[in-house]
């Protein structure tokens, strides 16, 4: 099946797509990348979503408006992407996300994705998979993180135990033990050639074993800081060169490093409802001491992303993994992945294009494959990873009528 999946994320760079051919089902899942690409938001949409993301008050009617202009956003970038390649299938649209709140002991999670699966559909004129994260928040799950059963089917090892960390906008993981002596040891890495990955063909890791959380930050608070610094004259560090100019304050991330959310024990998920504007202009105060210039603030948040990885799996994981895979926006920063590999150093970094798969794509195909489960009636969740008391459906099928 041809699928086509598409995400925005929490930092609200625009919208990948990835056109993907699937087959198997779980052990035996085999996914195959035809094309990807990014489409950015038009600067004054993207501007509105990370205003309402920020918690800017919205009319329903505004809200609607927005819904719309999204999907028709995410639509267009499926059409421009399949224009030239095999028919598709499928859609598989995990919207962009403005709002999430976690489950306490006494209610439900809460996530709100934009970009309605219904007009997808509608405009696209294909079968199309939305609102992934309602069904596992409906049994006490996070809603979050979703990619990890797929990290479980391509990215698990003989004998590594592996980290999958994701820098987007907020970080996430997915630990993978050893799956055992299902292929030969040596087969390390996938040719970097090769588009096309495969489960092991007989076995899985133990789902018990598997762990998933977010870490905390990934970029958005770097982001963040380099829009205010720059007077709003750049919106990212490009390759972390200014940060790298820097030199951080150690102090500082140790006092950061005691916030709540990182001594929270898993499950666990957050996102910019916390690691927000106002949680860096309390970091820009805690600055005001020290008299850092702006790169070496730069070089303090970074170290912050850098350091609340280590001390999460320091504290959280059953052992040190042997690697950790990079993937998302921030595997692109050079500064920020040596400030990774400083932090864990009994542990290999590399990224998942190493391994054979994209590591700006991978949400992308993650979600073509949720959207592929869900169409085949294949549970997506890991309640191992989010909690939720029991596997479930991911996703609301919108038809073409």
């Given at each position: 099946?041809?699928?086509?999946?598409?995400?925005?994320?929490?930092?609200?760079?625009?919208?990948?797509?990835?056109?993907?051919?699937?087959?198997?089902?779980?052990?035996?899942?085999?996914?195959?990348?035809?094309?990807?690409?990014?489409?950015?938001?038009?600067?004054?949409?993207?501007?509105q979503?990370?205003?309402?993301?920020?918690?800017?008050?919205?009319?329903?009617?505004?809200?609607?408006?927005?819904?719309?202009?999204?999907?028709?956003?995410?639509?267009?970038?499926?059409?421009?992407?399949?224009?030239?390649?095999?028919?598709?299938?499928?859609?598989?649209?995990?919207?962009?996300?403005?709002?999430?709140?976690?489950?306490?002991?006494?209610?439900?999670?809460?996530?709100?994705q934009?970009?309605?699966?219904?007009?997808?559909?509608?405009?696209?004129?294909?079968?199309?998979?939305?609102?992934?994260?309602?069904?596992?928040?409906a049994?006490?799950?996070?809603?979050?993180?979703?990619?990890?059963?797929?990290?479980?089917?391509?990215?698990?090892?003989?004998?590594?135990?592996?980290?999958?960390?994701?820098?987007?906008?907020?970080?996430?993981?997915?630990?993978?033990?050893?799956?055992?002596?299902?292929?030969?040891?040596?087969?390390?890495?996938?040719?970097?050639?090769s588009?096309?990955?495969?489960?092991?063909?007989?076995?899985?890791?133990?789902?018990?074993?598997?762990?998933?959380?977010?870490?905390?930050?990934?970029?958005?608070?770097?982001?963040?800081?380099?829009?205010?610094l720059?007077?709003?004259?750049?919106?990212?560090?490009q390759?972390?060169?200014w940060?790298a100019?820097?030199?951080?304050?150690?102090?500082?991330v140790?006092?950061?490093?005691?916030?709540?959310?990182?001594?929270?024990?898993?499950?666990?998920?957050?996102?910019?409802?916390?690691?927000?504007?106002?949680?860096?202009?309390?970091?820009?105060?805690?600055?005001?001491?020290?008299?850092?210039?702006?790169?070496?603030?730069?070089?303090?948040?970074?170290?912050?992303?850098?350091?609340?990885?280590?001390?999460?799996?320091?504290?959280?994981?059953?052992?040190m993994?042997?690697?950790?895979?990079?993937?998302?926006g921030g595997?692109?920063?050079?500064?920020?992945?040596?400030?990774?590999?400083?932090?864990?150093?009994s542990?290999?970094?590399?990224?998942?294009?190493?391994?054979?798969?994209?590591?700006?794509?991978?949400?992308?195909?993650?979600?073509?494959?949720?959207?592929y489960?869900?169409?085949?009636?294949?549970?997506?969740?890991?309640?191992?990873?989010?909690?939720?008391?029991?596997?479930?459906?991911?996703?609301?099928?919108?038809?073409?009528?």
């Open positions: 099946m041809n699928v086509i999946g598409l995400i925005s994320g929490t930092s609200v760079d625009g919208i990948d797509a990835a056109l993907v051919s699937i087959s198997g089902s779980t052990t035996d899942l085999s996914v195959d990348l035809i094309a990807a690409d990014t489409y950015p938001y038009p600067e004054q949409l993207r501007s979503i990370l205003s309402v993301c920020g918690g800017a008050p919205l009319a329903m009617v505004d809200l609607a408006t927005l819904d719309d202009a999204i999907a028709h956003h995410f639509a267009q970038a499926a059409l421009t992407l399949q224009s030239k390649f095999p028919a598709v299938d499928l859609i598989g649209s995990h919207g962009q996300t403005v709002y999430h709140r976690p489950p306490t002991p006494d209610s439900l999670g809460y996530s709100l934009l970009g309605r699966g219904s007009l997808i559909a509608h405009l696209t004129h294909l079968p199309t998979v939305s609102n992934f994260r309602a069904a596992d928040i049994v006490g799950g996070q809603g979050a993180p979703l990619v990890s059963p797929i990290d479980v089917c391509l990215l698990s090892h003989p004998t590594y135990h592996r980290c999958i960390q994701n820098l987007g906008g907020i970080g996430n993981l997915t630990y993978l033990p050893p799956i055992g002596n299902s292929r030969e040891p040596d087969q390390d890495f996938p040719p970097n050639s588009p096309s990955w495969a489960a092991p063909a007989s076995r899985l890791p133990n789902s018990a074993a598997i762990q998933g959380w977010d870490t905390g930050p990934g970029n958005a608070l770097l982001d963040l800081a380099v829009y205010r720059s007077q709003g004259q750049q919106t990212f560090d390759d972390g060169t940060a100019q820097g030199t951080p304050c150690l102090a500082l140790e006092q950061w490093l005691q916030q709540d959310y990182f001594q929270q024990p898993p499950p666990k998920s957050t996102g910019r409802e916390l690691f927000s504007a106002d949680y860096l202009d309390r970091c820009l105060q805690d600055a005001a001491a020290y008299s850092l210039s702006a790169a070496d603030i730069l070089a303090t948040l970074t170290e912050l992303t850098a350091a609340s990885i280590a001390h999460s799996y320091q504290t959280f994981l059953p052992q993994p042997d690697q950790v895979l990079l993937c998302g595997s692109r920063n050079p500064y920020l992945r040596q400030r990774i590999q400083a932090n864990l150093p542990t290999t970094v590399h990224t998942t294009d190493e391994m054979g798969l994209s590591a700006d794509f991978k949400e992308a195909i993650s979600f073509a494959v949720l959207a489960w869900r169409y085949c009636n294949i549970p997506g969740n890991l309640p191992e990873v989010t909690g939720a008391r029991r596997s479930m459906l991911l996703g609301e099928i919108h038809l073409v009528t």
